[in-house]
Each structure stands twice: as structure tokens, then as C-alpha cells.
């Protein structure tokens, strides 16, 4: 019997292909029709996202797009390559690792495929999310599943679904603050902001604010602040229905009003920068933050591809926590 062969699938949210309305459109319309993401009856949210949402909303987020654009792509696309090289590289060419997105491409489909062609017979799935939520690490295991549903012999497969207080994340994110800090100054707080989700979601059973606050309670211990000088928000709120609190486009807002000078915002729950963080929490909250009468503001980068986030990586997927 032949040993069993590994391979290693990496797996993140997912961008569209160009900066313009129609590649955005494409996005949008695949991202926002996964029920994980919106679970509206589809009879409901369909003539309100393809006649309303979409048309209005493609060519505001194209621009919004545009004004982060890297020469290599979207930056969400570009970040998630080197880490799929940078892991390829750690492990050694006898393990095969893929990238595969969520929505978009290369599709999640592509990247089994590739690995199933390569005789591989045991997945080691890590979605890039380092809490558990099920919008998105359960939207994973969705697709994973019907990747293969239609295969008649499947891999082993070991998924991980999240690393919230996993050491070495904690170490490389306490790593990146302090860097931040030694170059502008230990600011007056350190906001830590996590992607939100509808309060609904976490009401019925959605472990993500947990998670959320193992990482930040894990990091501050680490970094050893005193409580006053951290706080925990959540961005990127969609709709009406009200999301997990508190918000941090207001709490900036607060925190300038209060005479608050100097801040510094990380946000622990992207493996990778992206729109998310590079324009709206980078951009548009700094303005927020400096229009409330704050003077100072630094956005502290995604671990992307840094050599601590793919150690953690490799450690990840070997099982490895002391």
C-alpha cells in the first residue's frame, strides 16, 4: 500500500477579478446569494439584490476598489498568493498547496481539483479566518462539501475551524502591535476591530463574539496593557438588522469627541489585508477618528504574508500546539 499523500487547501473569502462595476457585480452577486451570508427567503432577497442592491452598490464599491488596487491585483488576492507560496516553500515541494476562494476565483472547486490530480488522499482544510464564524468557516465546509459530492472516492480530510488563541497567532499578532508601537509610539488605546455579524446570528448559536474575545483576551495578556488602554468593536456592518456592538466608526467618533489623541487600530480577524482594511478602516475611519478631534492614527497591517503568520501556518496544519 502506497503511503498516504497530504495536501494542504487554503482557503479565504474570496475578490473580484478587476476594479469595474461589472466585475464587482459578478462578486457581489455570488458572495451575497450564499444563504450563510444572508439568509433572507430567497424570494425576498432576490428582487432586492439583483434590482436594487447591485446596480447601486457595484459602482461605489468599483471605487472603492480602485483607490487600494495594487499592481499585483486586489490586494485581498495578492496577500493570500504569497502566503500560498511563502507555505509551499516552508513545507517542501512533497506536499502540494492550494488556494482556493470562497467566491470568485480560482474557486474553492478548482483548488480540490488540482489536489485530487495530484493523488493526494488526505486534505488539511484551513480556512483564513481566525475566529469561527458561520458566515463564513461554516460557508467553507458548504462548499467543500459540494466540491466533493459528486466524487467517488473522497479524501480524508482534516478541517480546522478556527485557531482564535492558537500561540503562535497570539505571538504574531502581540509581535506586529509591539512593531507598530516602537515605530509611532505606544498609543492612548488600542482599538481591536473584528469583522461584525447580525447579533441574530450569535442569538441562535454563532460562537464568533466568544472567539473574538479568547483573541483579544489572549493578545492584551500578552502584550500586558492595562484594560483602559484596549477596546474591542466590530466593523463592516450591512443593512438594517442591528450587528455586534459595539460599532467602530462610532466608537472613534466617541473617542475623538472624549480627547482621546492617539490611537492605533489592528484587526485580528483578517488573515490578509483587503477593502475591509485597507479603505475602510485605514481611510475612512482615520477621517472619522481626525473629523472628532483626534490627532493621531495608524492602522497596524494584516500579518499577511510575514514569516510569524506562515510559521503559524505550518504549525497550523501539523498539529502543532504546546
Not at 432577497?45 to 495594487?70: K, Q, T
Not at 506536499?95 to 489536489?115: F, I, K, N, R, T
Not at 514569516?307 to 504546546?322: E, F, T, Y
Amino acid at each position: 500500500m502506497r503511503p498516504e499523500k497530504l495536501g494542504i487547501l487554503l482557503v479565504n473569502l474570496g475578490t473580484p477579478d478587476a476594479p469595474t462595476p461589472s466585475a464587482v457585480k459578478r462578486y457581489l452577486r455570488q458572495f451575497l446569494s450564499d444563504p450563510r451570508v444572508v439568509d433572507t427567503p430567497k424570494a425576498i432577497w432576490w428582487p432586492l439584490l439583483n434590482g436594487v442592491i447591485l446596480p447601486l452598490r457595484s459602482r461605489r464599491v468599483a471605487r472603492l476598489y480602485r483607490s487600494i488596487w495594487m499592481e499585483e491585483g486586489s490586494p485581498l488576492m495578492a496577500y493570500s498568493l504569497r502566503q500560498q507560496q511563502a507555505l509551499a516553500a516552508s513545507i517542501g515541494p512533497h506536499v502540494p498547496v492550494a488556494l482556493g476562494m470562497s467566491y470568485g476565483s480560482p474557486s474553492l472547486q478548482s483548488a480540490v481539483d488540482s489536489l485530487l490530480d495530484q493523488g493526494v488522499d488526505r486534505l488539511v482544510v484551513l480556512p483564513l479566518y481566525p475566529q469561527y464564524s458561520c458566515s463564513t468557516v461554516a460557508a467553507v465546509w458548504d462548499e467543500l462539501a459540494r466540491c466533493l459530492a459528486d466524487k467517488r472516492a473522497i479524501p480524508g480530510i482534516t478541517f480546522i475551524r478556527d485557531y482564535a488563541d492558537h500561540p503562535a497567532y497570539i505571538t504574531a499578532l502581540a509581535a506586529s502591535a509591539k512593531r507598530s508601537f516602537s515605530e509611532h509610539g505606544e498609543p492612548d488605546l488600542l482599538l481591536l476591530s473584528y469583522h461584525g455579524i447580525p447579533q441574530r446570528y450569535a442569538r441562535e448559536g454563532d460562537d464568533y463574539p466568544e472567539r473574538c474575545r479568547t483573541t483579544t483576551r489572549e493578545l492584551v495578556n500578552l502584550l500586558g496593557l492595562p484594560p483602559e488602554k484596549v477596546m474591542m468593536t466590530y466593523q463592516s456592518r450591512f443593512g438594517r438588522e442591528p450587528w455586534l456592538m459595539p460599532y467602530t466608526d462610532e466608537t472613534l467618533k466617541m473617542l475623538g469627541e472624549k480627547g482621546v489623541k492617539h490611537v492605533q487600530v489592528m484587526c485580528p480577524g483578517f488573515s490578509a489585508d483587503c477593502l475591509e482594511t485597507l479603505e475602510e478602516i485605514a481611510i475612512q475611519n482615520r477621517e472619522v477618528f481626525i473629523e472628532a478631534g483626534g490627532e493621531r492614527y495608524e492602522y497596524i497591517p494584516a500579518l499577511n504574508d510575514h514569516p510569524d503568520h506562515i510559521a503559524m501556518m505550518h504549525r497550523l496544519i501539523s498539529g502543532d500546539r504546546p
